[in-house]
C-alpha cells in the first residue's frame, strides 16, 4: 500500500506562510492524484486542494484560492502546499490524501472512491 508521511505544520501569526510536504512511499502508487484535506477540532474534513500527478493540474477549494499553491515532485514522489496569508481559521490538521485509483482512470473528482491518507499535521494560525 502507500505511505503518505506530513511535515511543515506548526505555528504561525495571522499574515504569515507555511509550506507543508507530503512524501508518498509504496509501489502500489499509481500517480492519479494527491492533495490535502484539513479538519478542525469539532468540524467534518474539509477538502483544501488537489493536484493530478500527470500534468499537475490543480483545483483547489474557494476558501483557500488566491492563498495556497500545490504543487508536486515527480523525483521525490511527493506533494507540497504553499500558505501564504494565513487566517486563524487555516487552523486545523492538514491531512496528504493520494487517489487509489490507476492513471488511466484519473478523471473527474478525485478521492471519492478508494485512497490514502497520512497521518497529519496541525497548522496553527493566531491572532
Known amino acids: 500500500q502507500v505511505r503518505l508521511v506530513e511535515s511543515g505544520g506548526g505555528l504561525v501569526q495571522a499574515g504569515g506562510s507555511l509550506r507543508l510536504s507530503c512524501a508518498a512511499s509504496?509501489?502500489?502508487?499509481?500517480?492519479?492524484?494527491m492533495g490535502w484535506f484539513r479538519q478542525a477540532p469539532g468540524k467534518e474534513r474539509e477538502f483544501v486542494g488537489s493536484?493530478?500527478?500527470?500534468?499537475?493540474?490543480?483545483y483547489y477549494a474557494d476558501s483557500v484560492k488566491g492563498r495556497f499553491t500545490l504543487s508536486r515532485d515527480d523525483a521525490k514522489i511527493a506533494v507540497y502546499l504553499q500558505m501564504n496569508s494565513l487566517k486563524p481559521e487555516d487552523t486545523a490538521v492538514y491531512y496528504c490524501?493520494?487517489?487509489?485509483?490507476?492513471?488511466?482512470?484519473?478523471?473527474?473528482?478525485?478521492?471519492?472512491?478508494?485512497?490514502?491518507w497520512g497521518q497529519g499535521t496541525q497548522v496553527t494560525v493566531s491572532s
Open positions: 490524501a493520494a487517489d487509489a485509483r490507476e492513471s488511466r482512470s484519473c478523471s473527474g473528482s478525485y478521492f471519492d472512491g478508494p485512497h490514502y
Open positions: 509504496g509501489r502500489t502508487f499509481s500517480k492519479c492524484a
Open positions: 493536484i493530478k500527478w500527470s500534468g499537475g493540474a490543480t
